[in-house]
């Protein structure tokens, strides 16, 4: 639509790449002789003679760029910019000034009030182009920009969709509650570092009243670490027949478990390697069998107050060294508390780079002792924080501790 006021000699003409140009001066010569520069160009001009009708083209049209004077009757250029940028929907069209004046205050003014360039009265043919070219450019780059931004953002918010349903997946393979056990008290407490995490702590009954205690701790972070969580909680699940022996009857020894993740999670397989504390309990005895592959030794703090580390095991599992598993024995005593638990604990860092490390994690485990088990979780996971001093978790944080209550 041609605009009523606009000259004969500015009649609308489509530009193939959409470029609108609003003309907005008073002389009429003026925006015939802008209008004759700028036609060659291909543009879609506009115009408006005084600041209300540039106002209503600017909302209806949508200009991409606005050549706007700045000595008119009524509503004078600076009154429109103002009002330009005020508006949500005109603040992003540039603006670019048409003026006599020279002043350094005037363009100043102009500037602070949003415009983005000058074109001084005698007006000069390569200038105008230069300065209309140069704009149209850089709010077209803007525009991209804009777009992609806006393209990223719903991007981000499909991820984070994303994100929140793995993290409730993999909270949905987390245990619950413990299984009903005379003589063993057990807790635990999961922080992922990020919305999902690679670690994964589980318990489960096994015939003979043997409970299977298992601590993973899959490399790197995030959704591919989580997903071989994932993946490791269904083979290890009872149902599966992974953790007993091959005729069912019996749970299958802590060092025979671990042999077999190694040939179902070969590096090759996921492209990541996982360490592992895998232990059996006798709820009866307390007889605990245990074996590591590449982590951290867990603690067993004696009712007595002594400390012991559980260490035996084997290399990481995934990487293809081919070795056997050691497996370790110890008895629990009534109170003895063990404690398994990732690297997330002992290599967290503070603000001045200071490592948590074993010495301390020993410190607050035996200063937990008349503490109950759940209490005793509780004052580690404070500890481990106020250490921090605000600082986010590093890594992934597991920690899963059982009690012997003594034999019957």
């Given amino acids: 639509m041609v605009p009523v006021d606009a000259p004969p000699a500015g009649s609308v003409t489509r530009a ?9 001066d008073d002389n009429e010569i003026n925006r015939r002789l802008l209008t004759g520069i700028l036609r060659k160009e291909g543009y879609t ?19 991409d760029l606005i050549l706007l004077d700045i000595m008119m009757p009524g509503m004078d250029g600076y009154a429109v910019c103002a009002a330009l940028k005020a508006d949500p929907r005109t603040l992003r069209i540039p603006v670019l000034f ?7 205050a005037d363009k100043i003014k102009g500037l602070e009030l949003g415009a983005v360039d000058y074109v001084t009265k005698p007006f000069n043919h390569g200038e105008v182009l230069a300065r ?8 077209r780059l803007s525009s991209d920009l804009l777009r992609a931004n806006h393209e990223l953002e719903e991007k981000q918010a499909r991820l984070e969709e994303d994100l929140q349903a793995a993290a409730m997946i993999q909270r949905s393979m987390m245990p619950k509650v413990a299984p009903a056990l005379e003589r063993l008290a057990l807790a635990w407490r999961f922080m992922p570092c990020e919305r999902v995490g690679g670690d994964l702590l589980n318990f489960s009954l096994l015939p003979d009243r043997m409970l299977s205690l298992q601590v993973f701790d899959v490399s790197g972070h995030g959704v591919p670490a ?6 490791l909680a269904q083979y290890l699940s009872p149902q599966t027949g992974h953790l007993l022996q091959a005729d069912g009857a019996a749970a299958a020894a802590p060092a025979e478990v671990l042999g077999r993740l ?12 996982l360490t592992a504390a895998y232990a059996l309990v006798d709820d009866r005895s307390g007889a605990l069998r245990y074996s590591l592959a590449g982590h951290p030794r867990p603690v067993l703090v004696r009712a007595a107050g002594g400390i012991e580390m559980l260490d035996a095991g084997g290399p990481l599992i995934g990487l293809g060294f081919g070795l056997p598993f050691e497996e370790g024995r110890v008895q629990l005593a009534a ?4 404690f398994f638990y990732t690297d997330g604990i002992i290599e967290f860092e503070n603000q001045h780079g200071e490592a948590f490390g074993e010495a301390q994690l020993h410190t607050v485990l035996r200063g937990t002792r008349p503490l109950s088990l759940e209490a005793a979780c509780d004052e580690l996971v404070s ?17 899963l501790a059982i009690e012997f209550r003594g034999a019957g």
């Fill in 98 to 104: 048409l003026s006599a004046l020279a002043e350094a």
């Fill in 16 to 24: 193939a790449d959409g470029d609108r140009v609003l003309i907005v």
């Fill in 226 to 231: 989580a997903m071989v969580a994932v993946s």
């Fill in 132 to 139: 209309v070219r140069s704009q149209l450019k850089i709010q």
């Fill in 335 to 338: 109170g003895d508390r063990v």
């Fill in 262 to 273: 190694e040939q179902e999670y070969p590096i090759e397989r996921f492209d990541k390697y």
């Fill in 45 to 63: 001009l506009l115009s408006a003679a005084d600041g209300e009708r540039a106002l209503a083209l600017a909302h209806s049209e949508k200009p």
């Fill in 383 to 399: 500890t481990l924080l106020l250490f921090g001093g605000g600082c986010e978790l590093q890594d992934d944080v597991s920690l």
